[in-house]
């Protein structure tokens, strides 16, 4: 039986229903989902759960405290979450990009 995981990021235009993807070597199988807001991240990762036996959450790091906690108690104890955080300049470099990106407009 292989690992499965999913990874989480955010864009201001996503739609989980069609930015998602799926990676199968056959020992590990990663879905990658991106989300608009929290209710389409809690929703994503009941179903990953639920549907494809996740095991493991990585979460990008736009995600809040408190969301990062809500989602742990929607996946249950059967499932981690981690979180991808950056070092202060690595994530200026990530802000600005995403602000010339037109992110926040």
Same mark, same amino acid.
């Given at each position: 039986? %292989?690992?499965? @995981?999913?990874? *989480? @990021?955010?864009?201001?235009?996503?739609?989980?229903?069609?930015? /998602?993807?799926? !990676?199968?070597?056959?020992?590990? #199988?990663?879905?990658?989902?991106? #989300? &608009? =807001?929290?209710?389409?991240? *809690?929703?994503?990762? $009941? $179903?990953?759960?639920?549907?494809?036996?996740?095991? &493991?959450?990585?979460?990008? %790091?736009?995600?809040?405290? /408190?969301? !990062?906690?809500?989602?742990?108690?929607?996946?249950? @104890?059967?499932?981690?979450? =981690?979180?991808? $955080?950056?070092? %202060? %300049?690595?994530? $200026?470099?990530?802000?600005?990009?995403?602000?010339?990106?037109?992110?926040?407009?």
């Amino acid at each position: 039986m %292989p690992f499965k @995981a999913a990874f *989480l @990021a955010h864009a201001p235009d996503a739609d989980p229903e069609k930015h /998602r993807s799926v !990676i199968d070597t056959g020992k590990y #199988v990663l879905f990658v989902t991106v #989300v &608009s =807001n929290q209710e389409q991240a *809690l929703a994503e990762c $009941r $179903r990953l759960v639920a549907d494809e036996g996740i095991t &493991s959450v990585l979460l990008c %790091p736009g995600f809040t405290n /408190r969301e !990062i906690a809500e989602i742990d108690e929607a996946v249950g @104890a059967g499932c981690g979450v =981690n979180v991808a $955080r950056g070092d %202060p %300049p690595g994530s $200026r470099v990530a802000i600005q990009s995403m602000q010339e990106a037109g992110w926040w407009d």
